[in-house]
């Protein structure tokens, strides 16, 4: 079935770095646009970043843009998220998502979520 | 940035109840509009998207509607599984952005 598993979360201080993995299974990981999405319980719901299906493509929310980085490794299933300068808002729990339509040029709707992984930035 | 305003917050309603919610966008996005049902504890999962179409699995009950700035997500029979949080979320353009979120509550 498809999945789709984070990791790579955790505590970290202001400033710092941290590397989000998302392991995919269970579909032809090369045809589809992935996204990053976060959620607070004060912020709910927010679009991070979207990647293309080669990966030639990336877009990310303002409030990311100059300190995250999006990338995929299609031969190994994967799909990453850099984020660096880390700031106390951005402590989220982080989605891994799948665009909902093969071959379909995203974003659009996001079909399935992984399970999340939480990063916590304080100090 | 198009911002996505739901209504209610929360909703308190019965078993059997037909529910409705409504997401109202901040400009023109045609149909470019889907709806995601959160369970507590859960990631959230796509019940409608592109306004009508019924996600993989969701069951006839739940209906979508709307086209423009106005938007519905119905539920004809309210089930005891149907309790959980949902969201509206738009992609007509860049940032992607989702509504604040209705808890749907058993009264």
């Known amino acids: 079935q498809v999945q789709l598993v984070e990791s790579g979360g955790g505590l970290v201080k202001p400033g710092r770095s941290l590397r989000l993995s998302c392991t995919a299974s269970?579909?032809?990981?090369?045809?589809?646009?992935m996204t990053w999405v976060r959620q607070t319980p004060g912020k709910g719901l927010e679009w991070v970043s979207t990647?293309?299906?080669?990966?030639?493509?990336?877009y990310y929310a303002d409030s990311v843009n100059g300190r995250f980085v999006i990338s995929r490794d299609n031969a190994k299933n994967s799909l990453y998220l850099q984020l660096t300068s880390l700031r106390v808002e951005d402590t989220a729990l982080y989605y891994c998502?799948?665009?909902?339509?093969?071959?379909?040029?995203?974003?659009?709707?996001?079909?399935?979520w992984g399970q999340g992984t939480l990063v916590i930035v304080s100090s | 940035d198009i911002q996505m305003t739901q209504s209610p917050n929360s909703l308190p309603a019965s078993v059997g109840d037909r529910v409705t919610i409504t997401c109202q966008a901040s400009?023109?996005?045609?149909?470019?509009l889907n709806w995601y049902q959160q369970k507590p504890g859960k990631a959230p999962k796509v019940l409608i998207y592109?306004?009508?179409n019924l996600g993989t699995g969701v069951p006839s009950r739940f209906s979508g509607s709307g086209s423009g700035t106005d938007f519905t997500l119905t539920i004809s029979s309210l089930q005891p599984e149907d309790i959980a949080t949902y969201y509206c979320?738009?992609?007509?353009?860049?940032?992607?952005?989702f509504g604040q979120g209705t808890r749907l509550e058993i009264k």
């Open positions: 979320q738009q992609y007509e353009s860049l940032p992607i952005t």
């Open positions: 592109e306004t009508f």
């Open positions: 998502t799948r665009e909902g339509q093969q071959w379909l040029v995203g974003p659009n709707w996001f079909d399935p």
């Open positions: 400009q023109d996005i045609r149909n470019n």
């Open positions: 990647i293309s299906s080669a990966g030639s493509a990336t």
């Open positions: 269970g579909f032809t990981f090369s045809d589809y646009y």
